[in-house]
Structures are given as structure tokens and as C-alpha cells.
């Protein structure tokens, strides 16, 4: 088993639909939750960070992490075809010694 | 701030010779930078963690042999692929962190092809 899972997709949405992603993971230690947005041949750039389980809220982007169900949830309101790129999540624990990373999901805004 | 630079961008090359990648935080200093591989449709892969100033200490199943690491300075670190192979081709990506913080800046990526 995969230390993180998660969909690569593609994930095909129209523009201002609300987008759903999501990774599972199976180590406990995790403390540390990050949502990551990569555009095509480009390196990836921090879009959300969450300690421990809860909620966050930035603009239209909101990241749930739920560490009883070792599940956690980036949610993007009012899609835009800028959105449209790879999703990684990725997760540390703690001291941050190494990230481990998801597959990436890749979504497509149309409009 | 926080600009990480990549260099070069893409790199082609014959088999059995080496390639070096340079990494530099443009605007910070990076006590720590991460090298990272990745392949098409999967997730990005930690090669190994540098500090500055020492070894580099690598994931379990990378050649350190083939791999040489370098983090000389605070802004600059250096992955050197040995003896490439068409395997070997791959993007890589590099990270840099500051002494106090969690986040990891990323480069815009190495495409390298070994033909």
C-alpha cells in the first residue's frame, strides 16, 4: 500500500462548478498537510497548508483534513480555467524531515 | 520572494556521460534543498535531502554513486547525474527551505533525455 493515494484523474469540470479533490493516506505520524497546484512542465507551488485536522479557508479554496478517517479534501469553488492544472497533496510529519506526495490529480476547467 | 531557479531547463545527452543540474535560491538563504524525480502520470520522488555545509543524505534505492550532491553554499546546490543512462531520463525538481520555516520552494524543473 501506497503511503498516500490519490486520483490522478483527469478530473473534467465546467468553469464555475465547485471541484472535489482528494487524498487518503495511510501513515499516522502525518501532522502536516499541504495542497500543492502544478502547471504543465513547471515545479509546484504551495497553495494550502493544515496542521493537524480541520478546516481552512483561502479565498476559493478550502482544505478539510480529517486525520480519524486518515482522509483529506482540497475543495475549489467557482472553477476557473486557470484552475485548470495537477493537484498534489503532500504531507509531513512532524520536524518536517521530508514531504511524501500524492500522484497528483490532474483537473480541467472547460469553459 | 522566495524564488527558486532551475538551470538548465532541458538537457539532451549521450549515454555514459554526465550532466549537472544547478539549483539556486534567488532572493533567500536555503540551509536545506531537496532534490526530487518525477515521472510521467506519478508522484514527485525525494532523491535526497542536502544541507548545507554536508553530505547529502539519500532515499533508500538511490545510487549516491550516480547522484552526486553538492550544497556548497546557502543558495546554491548541484545534482550531478554520472553515467547516464536512457533510464536516468526524467524530470527533476528541486526544493529549498529557509533555516526556520516548513516550506518548500520549488525550481521549475530539469527534463532531462539520455539518448
Known amino acids: 500500500q501506497k503511503e498516500v493515494e490519490q486520483d490522478p484523474g483527469p478530473l473534467s469540470v465546467p468553469e464555475g462548478a465547485i471541484v472535489s479533490l482528494n487524498c487518503t493516506y495511510s501513515?499516522?505520524?502525518?501532522?502536516?498537510f499541504m495542497w500543492y497546484r502544478q502547471y504543465s512542465r513547471k515545479g509546484p507551488e504551495l497553495l494550502m497548508y493544515?496542521?493537524?485536522?480541520g478546516n481552512k479557508e483561502d479565498g476559493r479554496f478550502t482544505a478539510q483534513v480529517d486525520k480519524s478517517s486518515k482522509y483529506i479534501s482540497l475543495f475549489i469553488r467557482d472553477s476557473q480555467p486557470s484552475d485548470s492544472a495537477t493537484y498534489l497533496c503532500?504531507?509531513?510529519?512532524?520536524?518536517?524531515?521530508?514531504?511524501?506526495f500524492g500522484t497528483g490529480t490532474r483537473l480541467l476547467v472547460s469553459p | 520572494g522566495a524564488v527558486v531557479s532551475q538551470h538548465p531547463s532541458r538537457v539532451i545527452c549521450k549515454s555514459g556521460t554526465s550532466v549537472k543540474i544547478e539549483c539556486r535560491s534567488l532572493?533567500?538563504?536555503?540551509?536545506?534543498m531537496f532534490w526530487y524525480r518525477q515521472f510521467p502520470k506519478k508522484s514527485l520522488m525525494l532523491m535526497a535531502t542536502?544541507?548545507?555545509?554536508?553530505?547529502?543524505?539519500?532515499e533508500q534505492g538511490v545510487e549516491k554513486d550516480k547522484f552526486l550532491i553538492n550544497h556548497a553554499s546557502l543558495t546554491l546546490s548541484t545534482l550531478t547525474v554520472t553515467s547516464a543512462h536512457p533510464e536516468d531520463s526524467s524530470f527533476y525538481i528541486c526544493?529549498?527551505?529557509?533555516?526556520?520555516?516548513?516550506?518548500?520552494?520549488f525550481g521549475p524543473g530539469t527534463r532531462l533525455t539520455v539518448t
Open positions: 526544493s529549498a527551505r529557509r533555516s526556520a520555516g516548513y516550506e518548500q520552494y
Open positions: 501513515n499516522s505520524a502525518f501532522q502536516y
Open positions: 493544515t496542521y493537524s485536522s
Open positions: 503532500a504531507m509531513s510529519e512532524e520536524g518536517f524531515q521530508k514531504l511524501v
Open positions: 532572493d533567500f538563504q536555503a540551509t536545506t
Open positions: 542536502s544541507n548545507e555545509g554536508s553530505k547529502a543524505t539519500y
